[in-house]
């Protein structure tokens, strides 16, 4: 069943192509993309505006990027532009850069070619270039992506009626839907991603289409883990990933991409509207800003809960240290992912500290977090913790205390002083190393430390001469102790002689 069809209303029409707003004159397309299509043309070869920028156009939607295809091979591009990069010439694209002289983008040019057959699931089995766009059209993911503009006739080619399902706000396999999901498993998240980000304009999967999908679900097993990921990050990252995440799950996706998700499904909620876990989980996804680390820290944040529940003789369920484990767990999910190693620890670092008990959490401490993780950690965690409320039934409009305190208190800190980190500190390492007349050495760090130690009970203390006090009393303390306060520090065997940098 087709939207249209079910409600025998359309919606609203799609932009024009002949009235100039498309690109018609390439007057309205961006310079890199007019720059590039009036080469190919001046060299005698065809160029068509392809895929998702012509969907996006089309929608009123500002393209993601530009891509560019032609009957032109990728030995005969490069030699048309003076920056590029032969980004998979095997496959036919080319990246090219172009536009105003001093300010080129890119432009991802790919020959016309049909695909024939399938290697592994991931890559077609041979490329075949071709000279005819119909043909390339043929070989594309779904019809709405397989729309070409030609800018110069000021037409859309569309032989597998691409516009229609825009219109009716379908996403559908162009041909055979078993076939084409066989051919590239990549297409299955394709689908659903691509359904989640174009939501807010009442997309969703054409019924053939989504039968197909989840019958070949198994079938991303096949995928490099790197491209799983890159979805995935994209469909949570999108408005509506409520919609997209339980349409995974519907559609025997998710838990093939993390499957310790899958204990969470019918483990029970003590919580009003909200039945099992897997529900909090993903509406904590929902009430997160669209930051898809965030919002894959709100995915995961109770993940520990199945692991860790315990029943107490009064009956009551306890699931002590699920932050602990919960963050341990989405280290594993992490790595799992080939998540960059920074984005891995922003992850497991809200997981561990979701649970933090906002009335041990002083001045103190925040500038301490600020040193450490940074004010977007803080703010983070503050709106995962406001997630986590509203996910267990909580109205958003409720005054949460703890948040509310904490939000308060960190913009007083900010306020306040901005040494948070010894780097911030009035003095800086060559500065305490001519105060104290020694050279470079631990004993500089250890000395910085010290004063950023001071600085962060008393802000008011980070002036030069507060410092300079400071350091000289903690100089003639250390100086006198019997082992100095570097050496206290260092780990591992003690060493016999001094650091470099002690004085004799
Ligand atoms: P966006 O750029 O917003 O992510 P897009 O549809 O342009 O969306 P790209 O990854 O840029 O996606 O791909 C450009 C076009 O190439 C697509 O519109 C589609 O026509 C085609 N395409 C991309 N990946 C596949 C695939 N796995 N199988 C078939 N066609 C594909
Ligand atoms: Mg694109």
């Known amino acids: 069943m087709i939207a249209g069809e079910e409600t025998g209303v359309l919606p609203p029409p799609l932009h024009?192509?002949?009235?100039?707003?498309?690109?018609?004159?390439?007057?309205?397309?961006?310079?890199?993309?007019?720059?590039?299509?009036?080469?190919l043309h001046a060299a005698g070869y065809k160029a068509h505006l392809v895929g998702g920028c012509v969907r996006d156009r089309l929608l009123g939607r500002p393209p993601h990027d530009w891509d560019v295809a032609t009957n032109a091979r990728p030995e005969q591009v490069l030699p048309l532009f003076v920056h590029c990069v032969p980004t998979g010439v095997a496959y036919g694209t080319v990246t090219v850069f172009a536009g105003e002289p001093d300010r080129h983008e890119p432009v991802q040019v790919t020959t016309y070619r049909k695909e024939m057959g399938s290697r592994d699931l991931r890559h077609p089995e041979k490329v075949v270039f071709s000279d005819s766009v119909e043909e390339d059209l043929a070989r594309r993911d779904f019809t709405i992506n397989a729309i070409a503009y030609d800018p110069w006739a000021e037409v859309l080619v569309d032989p597998v009626h691409g516009r229609q399902d825009l219109e009716r706000r379908l996403i559908r396999a162009v041909g055979n839907p078993d076939q084409r999901f066989d051919e590239d498993a990549l297409r299955?998240?394709?689908?659903?991603?691509?359904?989640?980000?174009?939501?807010?304009?009442?997309?969703r999967l054409e019924s053939k289409t989504r039968t197909a999908i989840r019958r070949h679900a198994p079938q991303v097993e096949y995928l490099s883990r790197e491209r799983i990921r890159d979805e995935f990050l994209r469909l949570l990252a999108a408005p509506d990933p409520q919609w997209g995440l339980w349409e995974l799950q519907d559609l025997d996706l998710l838990f093939r991409i993390i499957p310790e998700l899958a204990a969470t499904h019918h483990f029970p909620q003590d919580k009003p509207g909200v039945p099992t876990l897997l529900d909090h989980l993903i509406r904590a996804v929902q009430n997160v800003p669209p930051d898809p680390i965030l919002r894959l820290a709100a995915l995961l944040h109770d993940i520990a809960k199945p692991a860790t529940a315990t029943m107490s003789p009064?009956?009551?369920?306890?699931?002590?240290?699920?932050?602990t484990l919960g963050a341990e767990m989405a280290s594993r999910i992490a790595a799992s992912l080939r998540l960059p190693r920074s984005q891995a620890d922003r992850l497991a670092s809200l997981i561990r500290m979701h649970m933090v008990d906002g009335t041990d959490v002083g001045k103190k401490a925040l500038r301490r977090w600020l040193g450490q993780y940074?004010?977007?950690?803080?703010?983070?965690?503050?709106?995962?913790?406001?997630a986590d409320n509203i996910a267990s039934g909580v109205s958003p409009d409720e005054p949460n205390p703890f948040i509310d305190r904490l939000e308060d208190l960190l913009d007083e800190v900010l306020h306040e002083q901005?040494?948070?980190?010894?780097q911030d500190?009035?003095?800086?390492?060559?500065?305490?190393?001519?105060?104290?007349?020694?050279?470079?050495?631990?004993?500089?760090?250890?000395?910085?430390?010290?004063?950023?130690?001071?600085?962060?009970?008393?802000?008011?203390?980070?002036?030069p001469d507060q410092?300079?006090?400071?350091?000289?009393?903690?100089?003639?303390?250390?100086?006198?102790?019997?082992?100095?306060?570097?050496h206290r520090r260092q780990r591992g065997p003690a060493s016999t002689s001094p650091p470099p940098g002690l004085p004799d």
């Open 16 to 39: 024009s192509s002949t009235d100039g707003s498309f690109g018609g004159a390439l007057a309205p397309l961006p310079p890199q993309v007019q720059d590039v299509l009036r080469r």
């Open 188 to 203: 299955l998240l394709r689908a659903v991603r691509l359904a989640t980000e174009l939501r807010p304009y009442h997309f």
């Open 314 to 323: 009064d009956g009551q369920v306890h699931f002590y240290c699920h932050d």
């Open 374 to 386: 940074g004010e977007r950690w803080i703010r983070d965690l503050l709106a995962l913790r406001r």
């Open 418 to 422: 901005k040494a948070f980190r010894t």
């Open 425 to 463: 500190l009035c003095l800086d390492g060559r500065q305490v190393m001519a105060e104290l007349g020694v050279g470079p050495g631990p004993m500089v760090g250890a000395a910085l430390r010290y004063l950023l130690e001071q600085v962060l009970d008393d802000p008011s203390l980070n002036t």
């Open 467 to 486: 410092l300079r006090r400071l350091l000289h009393d903690w100089w003639q303390r250390t100086r006198s102790s019997p082992v100095p306060a570097v």
